[in-house]
């Protein structure tokens, strides 16, 4: 289908017709990542590329047009004519800059048996045949971020997460292994980037998952937003994008219109905690999106960190993104001594362990009923 045509490419594939199959498939990988219209492949352009002078237009997009350059090499690149052509401009770009920048700005990837010329052969060159596309997608986009972070003057940004873990807020009635878990998410040398939490209704998903938000609100420099799957589509995203400081996409499905609020959290690359609750709520292309496309890029975005609460989440075991998320966490109803520590630090009236519990059992153990009672007045 055919795309807009930008201002300036993100990435920009140059590769042989022999391996369109492999490379079709990571380019829409690394398109789901930075969004529509990043990404240069001739088959979504080719309404702009096709007439006369179609050498010079491919020649300036690999030369001066994208971010970043992805050279697909086999032995039908190095074979034909109008590859040859791309793969001289590549090399100008190379050869005109010689900058840290002009250098990660092009990366050669294997995608079939062959040399090329102007390719050396001490060069690495990643062989992507042996990659699932989201696996060769995330290298793109892991050299695009340190292609684009060497760019010109662009210092890096000087807001960053704690180095210790911030002291919380937590109104809740125990859930301590949540509070801690949280608490090293938020640090800048943390390898944890995920957290998922599970729990049966009532265990208090929802009141945990807002205190999230308004813990790493506090923080310097940090940005963070909500989306809750059990809401109206209109008011969550509208609830979603307002505090991460970006404007509601308007006129698309929800899936599009996350994943335009992803690619502008990424282009910021600002310390970024994303909570997604009711997740048992989600379905369709906006959970595929979710688990094969931001979950995995949490690998690379040391930026980013993502909490998803619900009845269910997604499973970690055996993903992608696996090594940079905690062990999944399972709530339990909290007892009523945990309320009754609750209800003591929030309330001024003596309370005992006999009224908590009478509580507890006329409430059947539900959180949001106990907070209301037990919890800050209003």
């Not at 992805?70 to 800059?97: I, M, N």
């Not at 420099?221 to 059990?230: E, L």
């Not at 969550?236 to 929800?254: D, K, N, T």
Request: charged share 25%; aromatic share 6%.
């Amino acid at each position: 289908m055919a795309r807009d045509v930008p201002d300036r490419f993100a990435v920009a594939f140059s590769l042989a017709g022999e391996q369109r199959q492999i490379v079709l498939a990571i380019a829409q990988e690394v398109e789901d990542i930075l969004g529509r219209s990043a990404v240069f492949y001739d088959d979504w352009y080719a309404h702009w590329i096709a007439g006369q002078d179609s050498d010079l237009l491919l020649q300036s997009i690999y030369a001066q047009q994208a971010d970043l350059v992805v050279v697909c090499v086999s032995e039908a690149y190095g074979d034909k004519p109008w590859t040859r052509t791309e793969h001289r401009a590549v090399r100008a770009r190379l050869q005109q800059g010689g900058t840290a920048r002009d250098r990660l700005g092009v990366l050669p990837i294997r995608v079939g048996d062959g040399e090329v010329e102007g390719v050396l052969f001490n060069q690495i060159v990643p062989d992507v045949r042996g990659m699932t596309p989201a696996e060769a997608a995330e290298l793109i986009v892991a050299r695009l971020n340190l292609a684009r972070g060497t760019a010109g003057d662009v210092k890096p940004a000087v807001a960053q997460w704690p180095d210790d873990a911030p002291e919380l807020h937590w109104p809740m009635a125990d859930h301590s292994a949540a509070r801690a878990a949280f608490a090293r998410l938020l640090c800048e040398g943390s390898t944890e980037r995920a957290l998922l939490v599970r729990g049966v209704s009532e265990t208090g998903k929802s009141h945990m998952s807002k205190q999230m938000v308004r813990n790493a609100g506090l923080l310097p420099g940090v940005i963070s937003g909500r989306f809750d799957f059990k809401g109206t589509t209109n008011i969550g995203i509208e609830a979603f994008a307002q505090p991460l400081g970006i404007e509601e996409p308007a006129g698309r499905s929800l899936n599009e219109q996350l994943a335009a609020i992803f690619t502008e959290l990424r282009r910021r690359a600002q310390p970024t905690l994303l909570v997604f609750d009711t997740y048992e709520a989600a379905a369709g292309e906006v959970k595929d999106r979710i688990e094969s496309v931001l979950l995995p890029q949490l690998v690379a975005a040391r930026w980013l960190r993502v909490v998803i609460t619900g009845q269910s989440v997604p499973k970690r075991g055996g993903s992608t993104w696996e090594s940079v998320a905690a062990g999944t966490l399972t709530l339990q109803l909290p007892a009523p001594e945990d309320w009754l520590a609750y209800g003591r630090a929030n309330r001024d009236e003596l309370l005992t362990l006999e009224f908590v519990t009478q509580v507890h059992q006329l409430g059947e153990g539900r959180a949001s009923v106990l907070a209301s009672l037990l919890g800050p007045r209003s």
